[in-house]
């Protein structure tokens, strides 16, 4: 099929119905995510994901309000500030009665045909909607203004593809399983009986009863008299049978409110747009956010990858640890649980590697794609290590560390047998099936790494990052160790490191460009581009100090730095493509990354020039949600970004990104022994006179701070202390 695109190896969905071709509203809770037309409804045209999704399949592929024969008109629309529920505004189109009065009384020459009207905004319909354990909850409220009584008609149309997700996204399949419908005087109950033996249904059931229903419809006909509103509710239920109420519907939003509206910690600045943009992302987090068996982990993004990523999972909860350790807490739980524990060349697995994805649909269950326990990539599982570090510094907390120790022997295991393939002390990836991934790092799209002529890199590949991984992992692995009565282990996994480090700057350095190799290939020859990874390096502080300036200047020079944010590939390389997945589009998350190790390596200027881009961009977009990516086309003045079409919105290591690139110009650490708030150097960007941080907690202690800017340097002082924690400034 021409008109499939391709990304991540994957097919997606048609280029011909792009995301941005029309704005979507997004809400997602616990396996439950929805994406709705502006309407608020699932339309037949449009976008092709949109829909309502429960663990992995399309329960509603269509679900739409009709008042009287058609659309009504949108007034507004939008998504909640906590992304507790969709709040639509609607009136009437002028609506003809051919044989009543006309409004404005008798004609002079007598009746005329096709004069009566109900003249538009007579009625203002608000609908609200919201996602709750495992079921859509809808509320239609119908007022009339007019001065004369009306005979309306309300109609709901519904239907139910069970499309897999993998379908969604433009994967064909043979065949399918059996639908079938049941109709009572109040409910639809859609079926369908799928080829893994597994029975989905979306039972739909009214709170008033309808003068017709159907397997695709429900009509309901009203007098509206004047001054007189009309409630009704319903639920589309794709775990149980819970009937409509109005006092279900308020208590249930109420929990969810409450839930999605709670933090750890509270941030406000002197930019109200600034804090706004942190608004949007907590709430996204919060919202992403999802109780797994083993504890919270955040999925990835809406609307392909609503799922466990490792990757995805573990990166969003480094850049969200200072707020929220608990975020990585489940991460490290889930992935744990989830550790390979034998080869399986379909899965990509090995001993000790660390989760890639899971997924739950019908495609996955029968093996016909070969994500529903998937381990292809080559950096979650050192990335597992540097967030079992870097919680550790964080909290102390030795009970986490006693029972994951296991594990992380397991994945240093995986990294120094599996991992590292030819015993040059460098990880390397090459998938073990045709089904899998062919590049198994973040930019694993399958064109993403080449050479300079622009030739495609073949493996085994040896990736720059995922050796800064490795190195920042087995070092921060080694304080455990020490701490767990360990000693001899930690000397060698420093030995390891700082091996590792002198390695890598003989064989990845390129001394003309003055930056590191994107990746070593088959042959240990080096893809000589100039590309955001090493900004990864400086990151894991893996870089030679005494090289990290010049590391800096190829990340923020004309070609990589777009004025919005590093791309991911320099332009004028042979790929660059600023349109391209990663070749030359703009990730916040690897922004954040690149300007965390910019501030690591004391250019922290350099770290608020990437803030400042991102923050303007997000800005620029709807609900200032910062999408997975967006192209990578020249800053224009007077223009936004240019979005990438089919982008997730929300997605979670773009959400964190804004924590992150915050911490990195303040400066700020969390230390858990003993408690110390540790602040490297702070600075604010342009656009903050000053940043309260209200909440932050470490080692049984609390604090409140402020920072305000000074002609030369920035100020801080403590609000409330309570318990006995150090404050400590490094300038």
Known sequence: MSDIIRILGHAYVLATSPRVAGRTLTLKHGDTFAVFDRYGDVGTLGGGEQGIYHRGTRMLSHHEFHLGPQRPLLLSSTV????????????????????????????????????C????????????????????????RVYNYGDVGLDLDLTFLFDADFADVFEVRGVHRRRRGQSWTEVTDQ??????????????????DFSVKPAEIGPTQARFSRRLDPGTPFELYHIADFEGARRPSATGFAT??????????????????SNQQFNHWLDRSTADLRMLETQTPDGPYPYAGVPWYSTVFGRDGILTAL????????????????????????????????????????????????????????????DSTPLFLMLAAAYWRRTGDRAVMEGLWPNIEAALDWIDRCGDRDGDGFVEYARKGPEGLANQGWKDSEDSIMHADGRLAEGPIALVEVQAYVYAGKLGVADIADALGRPDQAVLLRAQAEALRAAFE???????????????????????VESSNPGHALYCGIVDPGRARRVADSLMGPEMFSGWGVRTLAEGEARYNPMSYHDGSVWP???????????????ADRARKVLEGLFDAA????????????????????????????????????????????????????????PTLLFRRPALPDVLNRVEIHGLAVGGSVLDVILNRHPHSVGVNVLRREGDIRIRMEM
């Open 589 to 603: 998350h690897d922004n954040a990354i690149i300007a965390a190790g910019l501030a690591r390596y004391g250019m």
């Open 117 to 140: 009207i109900t003249p538009r905004g007579t009625l203002h319909v608000f609908r609200s909607e919201f996602l709750y354990r495992g079921a859509l909850h809808c509320r239609t």
């Open 252 to 269: 249930d939003r109420e929990k969810l409110e409450h839930r999605l509206s709670s933090r750890p910690c509270r941030i406000e600045t």
């Open 80 to 115: 909640q500030e906590h992304n507790a529920f969709v709040a639509v505004d609607l009136t009437n189109p002028d609506i003809p009665h051919p044989d009543g009065p006309h409004p404005d009384g008798p004609h002079p020459d007598g009746p005329q045909r096709g004069e």
């Open 619 to 674: 800005l620029a977009v709807d609900l200032n949600r910062l999408p997975e990516l967006f192209c990578g086309f020249p800053r224009q003045g007077g223009q936004g970004p240019t979005l990438y079409p089919v982008a997730c919105i929300p997605q979670a290591w773009s959400a964190a990104s804004a924590f992150l690139l915050l911490q990195s110009v303040l400066g700020l650490e969390l230390i858990a022994d003993p």
């Open 506 to 528: 003989t064989a990845f350095w390129m001394e003309d460009l003055g930056t590191y190799a994107l990746a070593l290939d088959g042959d240990k020859r080096p893809c000589r």
């Open 319 to 378: 850049e969200y640890l200072w707020i929220d350790p608990a975020m990585a807490r489940g991460v490290l739980a889930t992935l744990a649980a989830n550790q390979a524990t034998r080869e399986s060349a379909v899965q990509d697995a090995d001993p000790g590697k660390i989760l890639h994805e899971w997924r739950e649909g019908e495609m996955a269950n029968l093996g016909e794609v070969p994500y529903g326990c998937y381990y292809g990539s080559a």
């Open 187 to 204: 409910a639809v109950g859609l079926h369908y009986d799928g080829l893994d033996g597994i029975r989905r249904r979306t039972r739909l």
